[in-house]
């Protein structure tokens, strides 16, 4: 009897950025705490990913490798084909500066520079000129369009995190890492940051991948990924408010 395999189905969807095994620990071995546990994950371009998870489930982690700011202790990061474990830190901060947009959790601002000039700095270290049009839209979007000349010290939390996400934005990079972008937002400003990075998805056809603990905020993606302990836990297509918060009761949260 001869058997046929099925046909391969075609692969339609590119991935932006993925992990193999990678693990991640902190500190000497007798204290050593496990923040990424031979985590596979795979992120498709051109779609928006949330990532959920309790406090101290390694979100902050899994999106410092995969931007090649932290190194793994073992396994690999790769961004589209390249193999970000293997390049020289030279190829890797240009890889960061051409590809990648990050907003921090804390959003690290430099606190001598204005808001104007914090956002364009990546630009300018690259030795690339700012957009004058996407920095009005982006301004004008999350209403920091007034704030530009002011330094951080003189901004509001909601305001530095929105001049953060104009930074991670302004050099129109393929991939864009938010770790709780909308963490210090009241909901309108949440709900309009939630649009700009859906319209960067879906009408610029950028990557975006975003940790929020906020089940509203991860309903504006088309996939969640669920962490536990370091570990994938789960995941959700087209995530709803509700499907999100039975998810995240699933965990335990
Ligand atoms: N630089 C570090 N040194 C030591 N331990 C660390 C360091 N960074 C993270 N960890 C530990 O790794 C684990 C995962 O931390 P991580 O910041 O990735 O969690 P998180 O899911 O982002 O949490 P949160 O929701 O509170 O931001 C935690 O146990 C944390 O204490
Ligand atoms: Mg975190």
Do not use: Y
């Not at 993925?18 to 693990?23: I, S």
């Not at 920091?144 to 990079?173: F, N």
């Not at 536990?228 to 998810?247: M, Y």
């Amino acid at each position: 009897m001869t058997t046929t395999s099925p046909p391969t189905p075609p692969r339609t969807t590119r991935v932006a950025a993925r992990t193999v095994a990678l693990t991640r620990t902190f500190g000497a071995a007798d204290s050593a705490v496990t923040a990424l546990d031979a985590v596979d994950v795979s992120i498709d371009a051109g779609r928006f990913t949330a990532i959920m998870g309790p406090s101290g489930s390694g979100k902050s982690t899994l999106m410092h490798c995969l931007a090649g700011l932290e190194t793994p202790t073992s396994g690999r990061v790769l961004i589209g084909d390249t193999d970000l474990t293997a390049l020289s830190d030279k190829a890797l901060t240009l890889l960061r500066r051409e590809r990648i947009g990050f907003v921090f959790q804390s959003f690290n601002l430099l606190p001598m520079l204005t808001a104007r000039q914090n956002i364009e700095l990546p630009l300018s270290l690259a030795g690339r000129r700012t957009d004058p049009d996407l920095m009005a839209h982006l301004t004008t979007t999350l209403g920091i369009e007034d704030r530009l000349d002011h330094r951080p010290g003189e901004l509001s939390g909601g305001q530095q995190q929105r001049v953060a996400v104009a930074r991670a934005l302004v050099g129109e990079p393929d991939v864009i890492f938010a770790d709780e972008p909308t963490g210090a937002l009241d909901s309108q400003s949440s709900a309009q940051l939630l649009a700009l990075l859906r319209s960067s998805v879906h009408e610029l056809g950028q990557t975006v991948v975003m940790v929020t603990h906020d089940p509203r905020a991860a309903s504006w993606a088309d996939r969640v990924l669920l962490l536990a302990d370091g570990v994938v836990a789960g995941e959700l297509a087209d995530p709803t408010e509700d499907s999100v918060l039975a998810a995240m009761k699933g965990l335990g949260e």
